[in-house]
């Protein structure tokens, strides 16, 4: 169990922080999150290839740098730095240094190329690739109250909520910019102020490149009338109870995550920019070459998975470029 007492009634910030991040947490257990929900990274390899692609991408923007830094971001168990790794052309992944940055404990067995980090190393000269970190980041939830006031709402740990004080000060100033909540009972918003703040930080450690952050996103104008926030437990989505047994999730708010300079584009175009089209091999193949048929078919239905719509296709790329030009500048269809 990673939280207080139940019966403590906490905003979900305090809640969740303590029951994905602190002692016995849910992100501190061994099974890793690939014991209970499927990202893009588990998916498919392809998804490391492509973010090489992007890396070496990176690499022609600096100039070819002696030391090329790759940072994967709340890494999991390392799985995207050690795909990356495997993906990338020899001669860049000799001058490539591997960073996994995460909460959890070096997993056993990881690559001894990856240095495993609780907080980015500063001045990174490369690509900061941050994948479902951010909907993890914690953050209040807010209720229209009956009388049309927008309400902290406040939970205990066995997932019983009740409304507390009225949203004032920062949070309040948040919502009137990035999700106003119109007076009608029942409407919930996330305050993602401590997410914008998670990614100003991580962006401040690139000294030059491009940091990215992937993940389901709104942005103003598509928001969710009752917000988004979940759990998942062993690969089902459940109701989120702040008790160390389950996931806590809520989409992002990437638009308001934005720093100057940023971009934001669906992760099938990314992908699509990145050489992941999910085109069927020819059915000739199949009677010329049935082994790389089979083999082509089933990549096809991979990448088929990462671009799908309503699922991993929909997720935000946040694309913050630090002192380069974008280099996804020809998927970039919309400016933050
Ligand atoms: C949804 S998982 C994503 C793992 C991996 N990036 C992937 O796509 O498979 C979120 C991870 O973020 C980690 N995390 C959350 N906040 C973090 C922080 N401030 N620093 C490092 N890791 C963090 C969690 O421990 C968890 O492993």
């Known amino acids: ?34 014991g209970h929900f499927r990202t893009s990274v588990h998916a498919s390899a392809l998804f490391a290839g492509a973010v090489a692609r992007l890396l070496g991408r990176v690499d022609d923007a600096l100039g070819r740098p002696a030391t090329l830094d790759f940072v994967d971001m709340a890494a999991g168990r390392g799985e995207l730095a050690t795909g990356v790794l495997a993906a990338l052309p020899t001669d860049v992944q000799a001058r490539t240094r ?41 953050v209040e939830v807010a209720e229209v109250d009956p009388a049309g006031e927008a309400r902290l709402v406040l939970v205990r740990d066995d997932g019983q909520e009740r409304l507390g004080e009225p949203v004032g000060g920062a949070g309040a100033r948040w919502l009137e910019r990035w999700w106003p909540l119109p007076p009608e009972e029942g409407l919930r918003a996330e305050i993602g102020a401590p997410r914008d703040e998670a990614w100003a930080s991580a962006v401040a450690a690139v000294e030059r490149g491009l940091a990215v952050a992937v993940d389901y996103a709104h942005t103003v104008g598509t ?50 920019a990145l050489g992941i089209t999910g ?19 089933a990549s096809a239905g991979e990448a088929a998975e990462l671009t799908a719509a309503g699922g991993l296709g929909d997720f935000g790329w946040l694309l913050q470029p630090v002192g380069i030009p974008d280099p996804l500048a020809t998927a970039v269809r919309s400016p933050v």
Do not use: K
């Open 1 to 34: 169990m990673g939280t207080g007492a139940t019966g403590e009634w906490r905003g979900w910030r305090t809640a969740t922080e303590a029951a994905l991040y602190g002692p016995g947490g849910f992100y501190r257990r061994s099974e890793g999150p690939a």
């Open 98 to 138: 591997a960073y996994a940055v995460e909460v959890a404990d070096r997993p056993d067995g990881l690559d001894h190329r990856i240095e495993w980090l609780t907080e980015p190393p500063r001045g990174i000269t490369g690509l900061l690739f941050a994948n479902e970190w951010l909907d993890n980041v914690p």
């Open 223 to 272: 928001r969710p009338l009752c917000g988004t926030l979940t759990g998942f437990r062993e690969g089902r989505e459940t109701a989120p109870v702040p008790d160390g047994s389950c996931d806590i999730t809520a989409h992002v708010a990437l638009d308001a995550c934005a720093l100057p300079g940023a971009h934001l584009v669906p992760q099938r175009e990314a992908l699509r």
């Open 279 to 297: 085109a069927r091999p020819p059915l000739a193949l199949a009677s010329t070459d049935p082994v790389a048929y089979v083999r082509a078919l």
